[in-house]
């Protein structure tokens, strides 16, 4: 079974500086997909990034960027120029490739942006 | 084009009850997840419909039942209600299985 591991419950940054997301993850696949997830007070989930396990290129959305070292099964989310809309918790997701493939989640971080 | 929908959004159940959910896909979307969020155990996975077939399940007791519907619309029923079911229950579509999800804003159930 896949497992999906953030450690780090909270984490608080000053505005416009730049924060890293931790996540590790367990599997015994070789092909699958790494995501991460926004999840704001509001409650909607939004995608904010995925990474194909195939590929070495590390995933960018703009000021999003993943660190995806995947010998070290570690998947980090890097929020440059932090702004007061990135508060919210953040999850990271786990899914192999394959039809009847879940997404398995970790336990969250919730992130504050300080003004 | 308008996204997942969730009905109703909030609900207040007492222990025993039964409970349906009712979860609309992006249109043209065949696939349907739910998933239980609560504080403790964070996201979990109950089950996923494609074409009006189960697919996939996750580990939850048999009182946790879906289903969907020839336009891709799923219910989640859960019966007998236990106040452990308190959660916000999140479901997804993607146009196929194991596609990209996209979530609704959720249904918050309270059972008293």
């Known amino acids: 079974a896949q497992t999906v591991t953030q450690s780090q419950p909270e984490m608080s940054v000053q505005e416009a500086e730049t924060v890293t997301l931790s996540c590790t993850y367990d599997t015994s696949e070789s092909n699958y997909y790494l995501f991460w997830y926004k999840q704001p007070p509001s409650r909607q989930m939004i995608l904010v990034i995925r990474q194909e396990a195939y590929k070495q290129q590390n995933a960018t959305e703009n000021r999003f960027s993943v660190n995806f070292q995947k010998a070290a099964k570690s998947f980090s989310l890097k929020i440059s120029d932090s702004q007061l809309g990135d508060t919210a918790m953040y999850f990271c997701a786990f899914r192999h490739t394959g039809a009847n493939s879940k997404l398995t989640f970790g336990k969250g971080i919730t992130l504050s942006v300080r003004p | 084009k308008a996204g997942v929908t969730q009905t109703p959004r909030y609900l207040i159940k007492t222990r025993g009850q039964q409970v349906t959910l009712s979860c609309s896909p992006i249109?043209?979307?065949?696939?349907v997840s739910w998933y239980q969020q609560t504080p403790g155990q964070g996201l979990q996975f109950l089950f996923e419909?494609?074409?009006?077939?189960?697919?996939n399940k996750g580990n939850f007791p048999g009182r946790f039942s879906g289903r969907q519907f020839s336009n891709s619309r799923s219910e989640m029923n859960v019966s007998t209600l236990e106040l452990g079911d308190s959660a916000l229950y999140l479901c997804?579509?993607?146009?196929?299985?194991?596609?990209?999800?996209?979530f609704g804003p959720g249904t918050r159930l309270t059972v008293t």
């Open positions: 997804a579509s993607s146009l196929v299985s194991g596609d990209e999800q996209y």
């Open positions: 249109s043209g979307h065949r696939s």
């Open positions: 419909y494609f074409s009006e077939t189960q697919r």
